[in-house]
């Protein structure tokens, strides 16, 4: 079993940033993409970032698209998700997803039935 533990959430003001860690318990090599998903209280979790593992390719949810970066170490077994220009719609609980090794999303990189292991969160709050 994964393990997944985000850090680095926190509150900031409308315009300010910060860096979300994810640290797993193994290799991050062995699922094929890692996501970063969002839950604001009374509203459905969403997809923000994915990264894919073979190419290092990322991909974005239009809302953050410009102003949201996901990155990983693999030596660290760590992904990053690095927050800018943060408005008050990005405040929820941020958390790291990844799916079990060698499956695939089919398409559907923002399902979260997609993902097999999810971290406990980390609360990021923006005020105006």
């Known amino acids: 079993r994964v393990q997944l533990v985000e850090t680095g959430g926190g509150s900031v003001r409308s315009g300010g940033s910060l860096r979300l860690s994810c640290v797993a318990s193994r290799s991050t090599y062995s699922s094929k993409y890692m996501s970063w998903f969002r839950q604001a209280p009374g509203k459905e979790r969403e997809g923000v970032a994915i990264?894919?593992?073979?190419?290092?390719?990322?991909s974005y949810a239009a809302s953050v698209k410009g102003r949201f970066t996901m990155s990983r170490d693999n030596d660290k077994n760590t992904v990053y998700l690095e927050m800018n220009t943060l408005k008050p719609e990005d405040t929820a609980m941020y958390y790291c997803?990844?799916?079990?090794?060698?499956?695939?999303?089919?398409?559907?990189?923002?399902?979260?039935?997609?993902?097999?292991?999810w971290g406990q969160g980390t609360q990021v709050t923006v005020s105006s």
């Open positions: 990264i894919y593992t073979s190419s290092y390719t990322t």
């Open positions: 997803a990844a799916p079990a090794a060698g499956k695939w999303h089919d398409g559907r990189p923002w399902d979260p039935k997609k993902y097999n292991y």
